[in-house]
Nanobody, 125 residues
Framework: QVQLVESGGGLVHPGGSLRLSCAAS????????VGWFRQAPGKEREGVAC????????YYADSVKGRFTISRDNAKSTVYLQMDSVKPEDTAVYHC??????????????????WGQGTQVTVSS
């Protein structure tokens, strides 16, 4: 059974940093791809970062490129999202999702069937 658990959210000042974690079980990260998605109140869900489980290639939304970094630790079955230079518009619930189909998750930004409960990130002074 695939299970994803996000952690690391919280309150951060504009310009600050935060690191989110996504602990995965029931899936092998070396063959599955993992993406981070976010949803703010009243807004559509947005894919922000994705990592290819096989090659390690990363994908980013234009809104976070150069500020967010996705990485993985296969030994810990954990994927991270390092958030730097955060802005108030980054405020949202962040979810991680996993899929075996790269194009669906990291190109079409479709989280599919397997995603976690989310962690709240609030950027405010």
């Amino acid at each position: 059974q695939v299970q994803l658990v996000e952690s690391g959210g919280g309150l951060v000042h504009p310009g600050g940093s935060l690191r989110l974690s996504c602990a995965a079980s029931g899936v092998t990260l070396e063959t599955f791809h993992v993406g981070w998605f976010r949803q703010a109140p009243g807004k559509e869900r947005e894919g922000v970062a994705c990592i290819d489980g096989i090659t390690g290639t990363t994908y980013y939304a234009d809104s976070v490129k150069g500020r967010f970094t996705i990485s993985r630790d296969n030994a810990k079955s954990t994927v991270y999202l390092q958030m730097d230079s955060v802005k108030p518009e980054d405020t949202a619930v962040y979810h991680c999702a996993t899929d075996w189909l790269l194009s669906r998750l990291c190109v079409s930004w479709d989280p599919g069937d397997y995603w976690g409960q989310g962690t709240q990130v609030t950027v405010s002074s």
